[in-house]
């Protein structure tokens, strides 16, 4: 299992507004199979200012087509991208559970 954070860095005043389009994002992958996101924000709190998370977790990692991202996500990214300070990254993490812990012996 893996959990993986996508993070937009946006304009100053717009992690709202960007938060909103993530969601909705989010929302259309969901429909189409993928797994609950979290959206959250880094604003007002200790941190790094006008920063947008979503999370989730998946079992596998496995690149999407151009041809599988539906087209809401085009539309909804299209209003995102200009609101963003630079490229969204994201980070992939695999989860701890105790079944790998055992096949590495550490159980």
Avoid: H
Wanted: proline fraction near 7%; glycine fraction near 4%.
């Amino acid at each position: 299992m893996y959990l993986l954070r996508r993070i937009a860095k946006a304009q100053q005043g717009k992690a709202w507004e960007v938060a909103s389009l993530l969601s909705k994002v989010c929302g259309s992958y969901e429909e189409n199979g993928r797994n609950k996101a979290q959206v959250f924000v880094s604003q007002g709190l200790p941190g790094t200012a006008n920063v947008v998370y979503a999370e989730w977790t998946q079992e596998t990692i496995e690149p999407i087509r151009p041809s599988e991202v539906p087209e809401a996500v085009r539309d909804l990214n299209a209003q995102m991208f200009p609101m963003l300070t630079e490229p969204w990254s994201i980070e992939f993490y695999e989860l701890v559970t105790p079944e790998k812990l055992t096949d590495r012996n550490l159980s």
